[in-house]
């Protein structure tokens, strides 16, 4: 055990320095350049400008998620509270639903019981609904639905998230819970992904007693099932 620990220690050192090394790389560089060319076009500076602000967004994003997914391995045992799931949800859907229209998307949800309460991180539940539906929207094309369902399934809270997108190849389902795991590197980069979010979500229903699934079908979308048990209900 203290072995495999060993090495997923190891293989996250490396991947974690994989990942900032790429956008530090194109930082550098397009600084190198503008400081080397006084007399580059503003078009072209401005291009570069957008470059490095963009890595810079990338960077700040992966720092981020990389300190959540440490406080929560850590800090499983943090701070909990008598938490409404409908009520984080629409600060969420606040959240998203502008995105959703921007692509015109249709976003909608359905709750069988607007009072459900769980024991939580009130953190941990938005990071739960933010992850799962803003992965949701940025892997569904446009003029397509993202649908939201929570209800009470033998006792326990299910919450599902299902989209209409591009879906998930049948050999990778097994293995998009794991850190920086990405079933298309380019397409993850370009809609902001940073590898981790699905990691995340994965490590807060594990923190309260739950499991994570998905079903998916290669071009016709995919739906992810959180089942949070009784014991955390109040």
Do not use: W
Not at 73 to 90: M, P, Q, T
Not at 197 to 212: D, E, F, M, P, Y
């Amino acid at each position: 055990e203290k072995v495999r620990l060993e090495n997923m220690r190891s293989d996250f050192v490396a991947n974690v320095s994989h990942e900032l090394k790429t956008p530090l790389t194109s930082i550098s560089g397009f600084v190198e350049t503008l400081k080397l060319n006084e007399d580059i076009d503003p078009q072209t500076r401005n291009r570069f400008l957008g470059i490095i602000e963009s890595e810079s967004n990338r960077l700040k994003r992966l720092i981020e998620d990389i300190l959540l997914l440490s406080f929560i391995e850590n800090k499983e045992n943090s701070l909990v509270d008598s938490v409404n799931i409908y009520e984080v949800f629409i600060e969420i859907y606040d959240m998203t639903s502008y995105i959703a229209k921007s692509k015109n998307i249709k976003l909608t949800y359905e709750f069988s019981d607007k009072s459900i309460k769980v024991c939580s991180n009130r953190d941990y539940i938005k990071q739960v609904f933010l992850n799962l539906i803003d992965n949701a929207i940025k892997y569904t094309p446009e003029n397509k639905e993202v649908h939201v369902h929570v209800s009470s399934l033998d006792g326990n809270i299910c919450i599902s998230v299902k989209d209409t997108g591009v879906g998930i190849p049948e050999e990778d389902i097994e293995r998009i819970f794991e850190r920086f795991y990405r079933v298309d590197k380019a397409r993850s980069r370009d809609v902001g992904g940073t590898g981790l979010g699905l990691a995340i979500t994965k490590h807060i229903v594990k923190s309260l007693g739950g499991n994570i699934r998905v079903k998916s079908e290669l071009g016709k979308g995919s739906e992810f099932i959180v089942i949070i048990p009784q014991k955390n209900f109040l």
